[in-house]
């Protein structure tokens, strides 16, 4: 990642846990962060290279993106004594990647941050960018920071002990770079489904993702693109948070990106996703579609701009109105 004086190293290869000593400074405190839903072995890994580790491990999911544990891992720092001079590492998900992040962009007014992605969507979309936020409030990532790591290190091994249906999150993630960036590389998931390479799929994903940070690293253009299938996505996202069974990120951006597309790109999108048991289609109140859609934070006035993409490999922007947007999404949600 080229970024000036924020440049790092984005490292994947498999087995780079086992080399964590040699591609991050850990000869000092660090302070390693992981949830439980991550195996223990992976931040042992690090920390068994680290002169000084101290690891803090939370309990898994969302909720502990949040100020609380931001204020409990920073009075971990203080009592340990941490200064300006040592670092974070995160080892897990994007969970564990922003809030370190965080505490790394504030603690001391910053020390230096390494990441170390275990989940897919993490591994070739979040750990990279330098985007660190806590939700609060009710808010996803609404305290946060543009924070770069020092490096990125990616062992696409630890994705063996991933959970199917977050894997199928990830790969939603890089099927909308794909769709939005690079026709070859759609195609290739397009043909292949499970049986893709994953560590093509890494590089190409990170690659694209780098491409567009490099030109845009503060979000002012560019980078918007990234968030094909996120207008609908989000909306569909934050009416399932009530429900028995929510449905993951990914998965509603994979119903986002149907609503974005037409015709045949929509058939092969449609066909793509449906490799990783991603779902097509969903089932809601038109007027909670809307209602969600307006309170997305990228809303501006009453038009939004989403991205679309009529021919494979490119986008386009276009304004429109929520409703708009949700009768355009009906050959892909059913409104009731
Ligand atoms: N900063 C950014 O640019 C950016 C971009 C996209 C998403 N995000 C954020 O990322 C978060 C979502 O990240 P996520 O999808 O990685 O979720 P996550 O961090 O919650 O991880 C998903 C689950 O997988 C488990 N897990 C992680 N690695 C594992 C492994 N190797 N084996 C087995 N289990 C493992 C975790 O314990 C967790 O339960 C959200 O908070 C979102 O806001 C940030
Ligand atoms: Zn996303």
Same mark, same amino acid.
């Given at each position: 990642?080229?970024?000036?004086?924020?440049?790092?190293?984005?490292?994947?290869?498999? &087995?780079?846990?086992a080399?964590?000593?040699?591609?991050?400074?850990?000869?000092?405190?660090?302070?390693?962060? *992981?949830?439980?839903? =991550?195996p223990?072995?992976?931040?042992?890994?690090?920390a068994?290279?680290?002169?000084?580790?101290?690891?803090v491990?939370?309990?898994?999911?969302?909720?502990?993106?949040?100020?609380?544990?931001?204020?409990?891992?920073?009075?971990?720092?203080?009592?340990?004594?941490?200064?300006?001079?040592? +670092?974070?590492?995160?080892?897990?998900?994007? !969970?564990?990647?922003?809030?370190?992040?965080?505490?790394?962009?504030?603690?001391?007014?910053? %020390?230096?941050?390494?990441?170390?992605? *275990?989940?897919?969507?993490?591994?070739?979309?979040?750990?990279?960018?330098?985007?660190?936020? %806590?939700?609060?409030?009710?808010?996803?990532?609404?305290?946060?920071?543009?924070?770069?790591?020092?490096?990125?290190?990616?062992?696409?091994?630890?994705?063996?002990?991933?959970?199917?249906?977050?894997?199928?999150?990830?790969?939603?993630?890089?099927? /909308?770079?794909?769709?939005?960036?690079d026709?070859?590389?759609? $195609?290739?998931?397009?043909?292949?489904?499970?049986? !893709?390479?994953?560590?093509?799929?890494?590089?190409?994903?990170?690659?694209?993702?780098?491409?567009?940070?490099?030109?845009?690293?503060?979000?002012? &253009?560019?980078?918007?693109?990234?968030?094909?299938?996120?207008?609908?996505?989000?909306? =569909?996202?934050?009416?399932?948070?009530?429900?028995?069974?929510?449905?993951?990120?990914?998965? +509603?951006?994979?119903?986002?990106?149907? +609503?974005?597309?037409?015709?045949?790109?929509?058939?092969?999108?449609?066909?793509? =996703?449906?490799?990783?048991?991603?779902?097509?289609?969903?089932? &809601? /109140?038109?007027?909670d %579609?809307?209602?969600?859609?307006?309170?997305?934070?990228?809303?501006? &006035?009453?038009?939004? *701009?989403?991205?679309? !993409?009529?021919?494979?490999?490119?986008f #386009?922007?276009?304004?429109?109105?929520? #409703? $708009?947007?949700?009768?355009?999404?009906?050959?892909?949600?059913?409104?009731?």
């Open positions: 990642m080229q970024l000036g004086e924020h440049s790092y190293d984005i490292t994947v290869e498999r &087995g780079a846990l080399r964590a000593g040699e591609l991050m400074r850990l000869d000092r405190r660090v302070l390693i962060l *992981t949830d439980d839903g =991550v223990a072995q992976y931040a042992q890994a690090v068994d290279a680290c002169r000084e580790p101290h690891i491990r939370l309990e898994q999911g969302e909720a502990n993106k949040c100020i609380e544990k931001y204020t409990e891992i920073l009075r971990t720092m203080v009592e340990a004594g941490f200064d300006r001079g040592d +670092c974070v590492v995160a080892v897990g998900g994007g !969970v564990m990647g922003d809030l370190g992040g965080f505490v790394a962009a504030t603690y001391m007014r910053g %020390v230096d941050f390494y990441n170390v992605p *275990t989940t897919l969507l993490s591994q070739i979309d979040s750990s990279i960018g330098g985007k660190v936020a %806590v939700d609060f409030a009710g808010y996803k990532n609404i305290v946060g920071a543009f924070y770069q790591p020092r490096a990125v290190v990616i062992d696409p091994e630890v994705l063996s002990t991933l959970d199917p249906r977050q894997f199928a999150c990830g790969m939603a993630e890089a099927i /909308k770079m794909f769709a939005t960036f026709a070859d590389a759609f $195609e290739t998931v397009e043909r292949e489904g499970k049986n !893709v390479d994953v560590d093509s799929v890494i590089i190409r994903a990170l690659e694209i993702k780098r491409d567009v940070v490099e030109q845009d690293e503060k979000e002012k &253009g560019l980078r918007r693109v990234l968030n094909f299938g996120h207008t609908v996505g989000h909306a =569909v996202e934050s009416l399932g948070e009530q429900s028995d069974s929510p449905l993951l990120h990914g998965e +509603c951006v994979s119903v986002g990106m149907l +609503c974005m597309c037409e015709g045949a790109v929509r058939e092969r999108i449609a066909k793509t =996703v449906a490799h990783f048991d991603l779902p097509t289609t969903w089932r &809601g /109140k038109k007027d %579609v809307i209602a969600a859609m307006t309170h997305d934070k990228k809303a501006s &006035g009453d038009r939004i *701009t989403v991205i679309k !993409v009529q021919k494979l490999g490119s #386009t922007e276009q304004k429109m109105t929520p #409703t $708009e947007i949700a009768e355009q999404s009906r050959e892909v949600i059913t409104l009731i």
